[in-house]
Every structure is written in structure tokens, then in C-alpha cells.
């Protein structure tokens, strides 16, 4: 009796849809095409890299009075990215959050140079992503805005030195 239950299911039980035991191998892929890694499907032929939305902010740790670099990439429906954070505001400005507007290319990619400025508050700052598509209806003058998707980086303003620009 127990030689019948160690032995492995024979192949007209497996086709049936009975469970195979737990030592059995896994059946091999029959090559249906079912499971695409490519991320292209019959319902949606869009790439997955047109989907993500990715944001890096260079230097990571920037001085104030300083210069950033940001590289985006948002979907290919969106049309504009807004990048913002605490880090950005201008000289005598109240504001204490700034953004920052940035058109796409046709396929998502956008950079833009931000200066962090000589009175921007010292310490940990995120830098928020929005990725959106702008609809005008010029018959009535009416602007939509729909994010379509968000990202955040976090940086860390250090206070100024003059050092950075000569030797001291």
C-alpha cells in the first residue's frame, strides 16, 4: 500500500486535472504564449517602459545656491511634467513650495536644470514628480489637468560655502 501511494500519478490522471503529487516535476510549457514576459499582450500592445514613470535628481546632496540636474521620464500619454519640492523657492519669496514645469518629448523624457536657491532651507526635502496630460478646449477656453502618475526623490540641501567655488 504504501509502494501506491509513493509512486507517481499516471500521465491519464494527470490529464484529467487531477493534482500531481508533490515530488512530481512541473509539466513544461506547452509554448501557448500565455505568459509573454515582453509585457505585450493581445488586449495592449504598449511596452512597459512607456508606462513607468522614473525621476533622478543629481547631485543627490546639493549645496544651497546651487545647481540640480532632473531627468524624467513619465507615460507617453502624459504631455507636461510638474516637478516640485521645498528645496526650490526664490529669493524673497513667502512660498514655501515651488514648482517647476517641464515639457515631454514624444516619448516621455524631459531634463530640466534647477537652482537650489542661497536662502532655500537647509536638511531633507522631497522632489515630487506629477506626470500630467493637459486637454485645452479653446471654444471655451477651459484647461484640464489629469495626473496620470506621481514619483518622489528625496534630497538633502547642505548649507553654503564658498569653498565650493574656490580653493580655500
Not at 500565455?34 to 508606462?51: E, M, Y
Not at 531627468?71 to 526650490?88: D, K, Q, Y
Request: aromatic share 6%; glycine share 6%; charged share 20%.
Amino acid at each position: 500500500m504504501a509502494a501506491l501511494v509513493a509512486a507517481p500519478a499516471p500521465a491519464a490522471a494527470q490529464a484529467s486535472g487531477a493534482l500531481p503529487a508533490p515530488n512530481d516535476p512541473l509539466p513544461a510549457d506547452t509554448g501557448s504564449g500565455s505568459n509573454n514576459d515582453s509585457g505585450d499582450s493581445a488586449d495592449n500592445t504598449t511596452p512597459l517602459w512607456q508606462k513607468l514613470t522614473s525621476l533622478v535628481v543629481m547631485p543627490e546632496s546639493p549645496h544651497q545656491n546651487d545647481v540640480i540636474r532632473v531627468l524624467m521620464h513619465c507615460p507617453t500619454e502624459a504631455n507636461h511634467a510638474i516637478v516640485g519640492s521645498t528645496a526650490f523657492p526664490l529669493k524673497g519669496s513667502w512660498r514655501i513650495y515651488r514648482e517647476v514645469g517641464a515639457s515631454l518629448s514624444k516619448r516621455g523624457f524631459a531634463k530640466k536644470g534647477i537652482v537650489i536657491s542661497r536662502f532655500a532651507p537647509l536638511g531633507d526635502h522631497d522632489v515630487n514628480l506629477k506626470c500630467v496630460k493637459v486637454t485645452i478646449d479653446r471654444v471655451i477656453g477651459v484647461r484640464k489637468v489629469k495626473v496620470l502618475s506621481e514619483a518622489v526623490v528625496p534630497i538633502y540641501v547642505r548649507r553654503f560655502h564658498v569653498c565650493q567655488f574656490f580653493d580655500c
